[in-house]
């Protein structure tokens, strides 16, 4: 079926990187951009980072920028996010979700948890 | 990137109907006829009830719509059900010199 599965959460210290995967399965992952968007513990979802479905284009929120960096491999159908110098304010669920339009579409991976602290 | 707005709360009896509302300008919803809904339950991931401002996708009731008028957005779910109770969030983008998508603060949804 139609899915997406994240992975690479965690915790880690401030300063610290670390790398989230999306696995995609069920559709042509080549085919489409891909999201990033996270949702700090009781708070509302924010968008992260946009790449074009061959990688051609990125976007990020002005939060991350310079810091994360978002790519894929179609030949492995995985979206990632490489997070460096973390923050504590980075604290959050991580979400993969397919794009239509630009914007986050209906699917969405059920998110991996990335704690940052010492 | 400013957040969209909207009401951090509404509330209504099973069977009445509520209307949410999701407040940009007019780089993001004003702009363009690509606004989302999610529908979010406490620990799942968000649910996509409406695209393109007021299209449904497979599989979701009719009791959701959606609208758009000038740089506001709404959501109506009518004859409310004690499973609607939930977060929702809007969502648009803005690509005036870059693309930045911005999602609203949410609002919780308290079926009485």
């Known amino acids: 079926q139609v899915q997406l599965v994240e992975s690479g959460g965690g915790v880690v210290q401030p300063g610290r990187s670390l790398r989230l995967s999306c696995a995609a399965s069920?559709?042509?992952?080549?085919?489409?951009?891909m999201h990033w968007v996270r949702q700090a513990p009781g708070k509302g979802l924010k968008w992260v980072a946009i790449?074009?479905?061959?990688?051609?284009?990125?976007f990020y929120a002005d939060s991350v920028k310079g810091r994360f960096t978002i790519s894929r491999d179609n030949s492995k159908n995985t979206l990632y996010l490489q997070m460096n110098s973390l923050r504590a304010e980075d604290t959050a669920v991580y979400f993969c979700?397919?794009?239509?339009?630009?914007?986050?579409?209906?699917?969405w991976g059920q998110g991996t948890l990335v704690t940052v602290s010492s | 990137q400013s957040a969209l707005t909207q009401p951090a709360s509404v509330s209504g009896s099973p069977g009445q109907s509520v209307t949410i509302s999701c407040t940009g300008t007019?780089?993001?919803?004003?702009?363009?006829?690509?606004v989302s809904w999610f529908q979010q339950h406490p620990g799942k991931a968000p649910k996509l009830m409406i695209y393109a401002v007021s299209n449904r996708p497979s599989g979701v009731s009719n009791r959701f719509s959606a609208s758009k008028s000038g740089n506001t957005a709404s959501l109506t779910i009518s004859g409310l059900q004690a499973e609607d109770e939930a977060d929702y969030y809007c969502?648009?983008?803005?690509?005036?010199?870059?693309?930045?998508?911005?999602f609203g603060g949410g609002t919780k949804l308290t079926v009485l």
């Open positions: 069920g559709f042509t992952f080549s085919s489409y951009a």
């Open positions: 007019s780089n993001d919803i004003g702009g363009h006829n690509y």
């Open positions: 969502s648009s983008y803005t690509s005036s010199n870059t693309l930045d998508v911005v």
């Open positions: 790449i074009w479905h061959d990688g051609s284009n990125k």
């Open positions: 979700a397919r794009d239509l339009d630009y914007l986050p579409n209906d699917i």
